[in-house]
């Protein structure tokens, strides 16, 4: 008997040994929607391949929002622990969707951002900078 238990037990060892372990990917509005986003890094374009920093110049108060991105295609903003305006509403909501397949990342606020960056830590997106037209933005964002 305990001859076949050891071999029972082997058995189970070496089948769990050999069994497959592959993961699917994460599909893009998984990756999206898994958590919140916080920026932490911004820049403009200021030559055909570079970037300069301006994240330096954003107000504190936008630097503690929180983006969260829902699985039925509604999106929220936080304002974090410090608003810009106090009397304004502490979370705000829209709508969100991919277009060009899934490549731009458009909200209900009118941004259409081309997305450079999505994985399981970073989303880094560009967008056009609409006070200066024909200049482009990047934002990055982390977990």
């Known amino acids: ?11 189970s060892v070496l089948l769990n040994a050999c069994t497959k372990n592959d993961t699917v990917p994460k599909t893009k509005a998984e990756l999206l929607t898994s958590g919140s986003w916080k920026q932490t890094g911004a820049q403009y374009k200021v030559g055909a391949d570079a970037w300069a920093d301006y994240y330096s110049n954003i107000d504190a108060c936008t630097k503690d929002d929180i983006i969260t991105f ?8 936080d304002e974090g622990a410090t608003k810009c305006d106090p009397n304004g509403p502490q979370v705000s909501s829209g709508m969100w969707l991919f277009q060009n397949n899934e ?12 997305i450079e960056v999505l ?8 967008f056009p900078d609409f006070a200066n037209p ?6 990055i964002y982390t977990r």
């Open 1 to 11: 008997m305990k001859n076949y238990l050891r071999v029972a037990i082997l058995a």
């Open 70 to 77: 829902k699985t039925d295609g509604t999106l929220t903003l």
């Open 103 to 114: 490549t731009i990342l458009s909200t209900s606020v009118g941004i259409s951002a081309e």
């Open 119 to 126: 994985d399981e830590k970073t989303l880094q997106i560009v």
């Open 134 to 139: 024909g200049n482009t933005n990047r934002s």
